[in-house]
C-alpha cells in the first residue's frame, strides 16, 4: 500500500489512507515542526536552567545548537559526537569538550551529500550510515576526525518512502549488522516483507535476513549489557483516540512477529485488520512495556559506563518524541526504564521539553559520553543538550552570526509549470485547498509557506519532511520544480 506524497505538510486525510478521520481524531502538534517541517531557535541557557528538569544530583545544559532537524547520535572513541542531519543531507561532527566551558571545542561537517543519513555506527575502522535506501559505509579515522577514500554503499534496495522513512542501524555483539525499517502507513498490509520489521547483514552487506517482523516503527534498538538482550521501542499505530493503542518497548528475539498490522499491546485485536487473523495474533509477541499512547519512543540507550551515575547504570534511556494527535499532548521527555523484580519502571530524565501546551524541543536520540554524560539531540530546536553530574561546566550561548556568505552556489531554479503538473499529479489539491477538499479532510493551509521558506530550504523539505509525512519521491529538479510553483502561488 502506497500513501501519496504529500507537498509541504503532512495531509491526515491522504495519510490515513484516504479515510474519513474518525470523530475520536484529535490534532495537537508544534505545528510549525509537524506541517512545516520548521521548528523553533534553540533555548538561551537561562531557559535551560528554569525550564528543564533532571533528577537530583544531575544538571543540563545547551551543548550546541544550529544543528537543523538533528537525529541521531553516535560518540566516537575520542569522544566526538556525531549528528546525524537528513535534512541536509550530512553528518556533523562536534568535537569533544576537552576545555570544560560546557560547548564542543570545535565542529565540522564529516560527510555531505548523502541520502536522508539517519543511523549511524563504527566497526573496525568504517562509519556506518543508513540513508533511505541504502545502508553507506566509509573509512573513517576518529583521531585524525577525517574519512578517506570512497563512500562505499554496502546494501542498496531498502524500501524507500511512505509514512517512516527514517532507517536505523547498529552493530549487534554478534557482529552482525542491524537495521529498522518502518511501515509505509499508518495501518495496511505491506508489500515488501522488510518495512515493519528489523533486518540484519554481514558488515560487508552481505547475507541479508529478516530477523524480526511486526514493528511499525522501531526508530530505536540496543542490547541490554547484562543479558545481551535485544530491546527495540516501537511506535504504535494512529486513528484509534488519544488512549490507543500504546507505544511499545519489545524485546526482540530471531524470527519473532510483534503484532502490527494485525494487532497493538498485549495482543488486542486492530480493529481495521484483526478480524479472522486470531492464529497470527496468538504467535505475537506482548511488549515487555508500555508506554503512553502517542508518546512517540524514539532512541534507547542502555547506560554502561563506569563513570555514570550509579543509579543509572544498566537502566535504559528513551527519548519520547512527543504527540501529535492527542487532544492533550504527552510525551516530549526523556525517561529512563529500570529493570525490577517486578517489571520495568518508567521515571522521569529529562523533562520540560513540554510545559502546558507550550513545545520548546522533541527529544529523538540519547548517547554515552566516556566521561559519564548523556547528551540528547532535538529535531525541533535543532539542538543537542548534556546532562551531567551536577557542579560541571554551564552552557555558553552561541553569539556567531548564521550566514549562508561563502558557502555552495544555490542550485539552478526551479520550473513553475513543471511544479503545477507535479503538484496535479500528487492530488495535492485534496489536502490544502478548501474548495477541493474531501469529506472529513483536515485542510492545512500553505499561505505561510513563502514565509517560511526560499526554493532551495523547501525543495530540501520535501525530501526529508517531519515523520509521519512521507517524502516526496521525485529527482531533485522535480521538488525544485514543486517548491518554485508554491512559492509562487503562495
Known amino acids: 500500500m502506497r500513501i501519496l506524497a504529500l507537498v509541504t505538510v503532512v495531509c491526515v486525510a491522504a495519510w490515513a489512507a484516504c479515510s474519513l478521520l474518525p470523530e475520536r481524531f484529535a490534532f495537537n502538534a508544534p505545528v510549525a515542526h509537524l506541517l512545516f517541517g520548521s521548528g523553533t531557535e534553540a533555548p538561551a541557557a537561562e531557559t535551560v536552567r528554569t525550564r528543564l528538569r533532571v533528577p537530583e544530583g544531575l544538571d543540563v545544559e545547551l551543548y550546541a545548537d544550529d544543528l537543523p532537524f538533528a537525529r541521531m547520535?553516535?560518540?566516537?572513541?575520542?569522544?566526538?559526537?556525531?549528528?546525524?542531519?537528513?535534512?541536509?543531507?550530512?553528518?556533523?561532527?562536534?568535537?569533544?569538550?576537552?576545555?570544560?566551558?560546557?560547548?564542543?571545542?570545535?565542529?565540522?561537517?564529516?560527510?555531505?551529500?548523502?541520502?536522508?543519513?539517519?543511523?549511524?555506527?563504527?566497526?573496525?575502522?568504517?562509519?556506518?550510515?543508513?540513508?533511505?535506501?541504502?545502508?553507506?559505509?566509509?573509512?573513517?579515522?576518529?583521531?585524525?576526525?577525517?574519512?578517506?577514500?570512497?563512500?562505499?554503499?554496502?546494501?542498496?534496495?531498502?524500501?524507500?518512502?511512505?509514512?517512516?522513512?527514517?532507517?536505523?542501524?547498529?552493530?549487534?555483539?554478534?557482529?552482525?549488522?542491524?537495521?529498522?525499517?518502518?511501515?509505509?502507513?499508518?495501518?495496511?498490509?505491506?508489500?515488501?516483507p522488510r518495512r515493519a520489521a528489523i533486518v540484519r547483514y554481514r558488515p560487508d552487506g552481505s547475507s541479508e535476513q529478516l530477523y524480526a517482523t511486526g514493528l511499525r516503527n522501531a526508530v530505536g534498538f540496543d542490547w541490554r549489557p547484562d543479558t545481551g538482550e535485544l530491546f527495540a521501542t516501537d511506535n504504535g499505530r494512529d486513528l484509534l483516540g488519544d488512549d490507543l493503542p500504546p507505544c511499545e518497548l519489545n524485546r526482540i528475539v530471531e524470527g519473532g512477529f510483534y503484532g502490527w498490522p494485525y494487532a497493538y499491546g498485549d495482543n488486542v485485536p486492530d480493529p481495521d485488520l484483526g478480524a479472522g487473523e486470531e492464529d497470527r495474533i496468538a504467535r505475537a509477541h506482548p511488549p515487555d512495556h508500555g508506554f503512553r499512547a502517542h508518546n512517540a519512543p524514539l532512541g534507547i540507550t542502555f547506560v554502561r559506563g563506569d563513570r555514570a551515575p550509579a543509579a543509572f547504570r544498566g537502566a535504559a534511556l528513551v527519548s519520547l518524541h512527543g504527540s501529535w494527535n492527542r487532544t492533550q499532548k504527552d510525551g516530549y521527555k526523556v525517561?529512563?526504564?529500570?529493570?525490577?523484580?517486578?517489571?520495568?519502571?518508567?521515571?522521569?530524565?529529562?523533562?520540560?521539553?513540554?510545559?502546558?501546551?507550550?513545545?520548546?524541543?522533541?527529544?529523538?536520540?540519547?548517547?554515552?559520553?566516556?566521561?559519564?554524560?548523556?547528551?540528547?539531540?532535538?529535531?525541533?530546536?535543532?539542538?543537542?543538550?548534556?546532562?551531567?553530574?551536577?557542579?560541571?561546566?554551564?552552557?555558553?550561548?552561541?553569539?556567531?552570526?548564521?550566514?549562508?556568505?561563502?558557502?555552495?552556489?544555490?542550485?539552478?531554479?526551479?520550473?513553475?509549470?513543471?511544479?503545477?503538473?507535479?503538484?496535479?499529479?500528487?492530488?495535492?489539491?485534496?489536502?490544502?485547498?478548501?474548495?477541493?477538499?474531501?469529506?472529513?479532510?483536515?485542510?492545512?493551509?500553505?499561505?505561510?509557506?513563502?514565509?517560511?521558506?526560499?526554493?532551495?530550504?523547501?525543495?530540501?523539505?520535501?525530501?526529508?519532511?517531519?515523520?509521519?509525512?512521507?517524502?516526496?519521491?521525485?529527482p531533485e529538479a522535480g521538488r525544485r520544480d514543486l517548491a518554485a510553483y508554491l512559492l509562487s502561488k503562495h
Open 73 to 192: 547520535l553516535r560518540v566516537t572513541p575520542t569522544g566526538d559526537l556525531l549528528v546525524s542531519l537528513p535534512r541536509s543531507d550530512r553528518i556533523e561532527l562536534l568535537e569533544r569538550d576537552a576545555d570544560g566551558d560546557g560547548r564542543p571545542d570545535g565542529r565540522r561537517t564529516l560527510l555531505e551529500g548523502l541520502d536522508r543519513p539517519h543511523g549511524m555506527d563504527l566497526r573496525d575502522g568504517w562509519l556506518y550510515v543508513a540513508e533511505a535506501g541504502a545502508i553507506a559505509r566509509v573509512q573513517f579515522d576518529p583521531t585524525l576526525r577525517e574519512t578517506r577514500g570512497e563512500i562505499e554503499r554496502v546494501v542498496q534496495g531498502i524500501p524507500r518512502g511512505g509514512n517512516h522513512w527514517t532507517r536505523t542501524l547498529r552493530f549487534g555483539p554478534d557482529g552482525w549488522l542491524y537495521a529498522s525499517i518502518g511501515s509505509s502507513c499508518n495501518v495496511c498490509i505491506e508489500e515488501d
Open 335 to 474: 525517561v529512563s526504564l529500570h529493570w525490577t523484580p517486578t517489571g520495568i519502571e518508567e521515571r522521569d530524565f529529562l523533562t520540560g521539553f513540554l510545559l502546558d501546551e507550550d513545545v520548546m524541543g522533541r527529544p529523538v536520540d540519547v548517547a554515552e559520553g566516556p566521561e559519564g554524560s548523556f547528551y540528547v539531540s532535538d529535531d525541533y530546536a535543532g539542538a543537542v543538550y548534556r546532562v551531567f553530574p551536577e557542579g560541571g561546566a554551564r552552557a555558553t550561548p552561541s553569539t556567531a552570526a548564521r550566514t549562508n556568505a561563502g558557502g555552495p552556489a544555490a542550485p539552478a531554479l526551479g520550473d513553475p509549470s513543471r511544479g503545477e503538473t507535479l503538484y496535479e499529479a500528487l492530488a495535492c489539491a485534496g489536502c490544502h485547498e478548501p474548495a477541493a477538499d474531501a469529506p472529513g479532510a483536515v485542510v492545512i493551509s500553505l499561505d505561510a509557506v513563502a514565509a517560511r521558506y526560499d526554493e532551495q530550504t523547501l525543495a530540501a523539505f520535501l525530501a526529508a519532511p517531519t515523520p509521519p509525512m512521507p517524502a516526496v519521491e521525485q
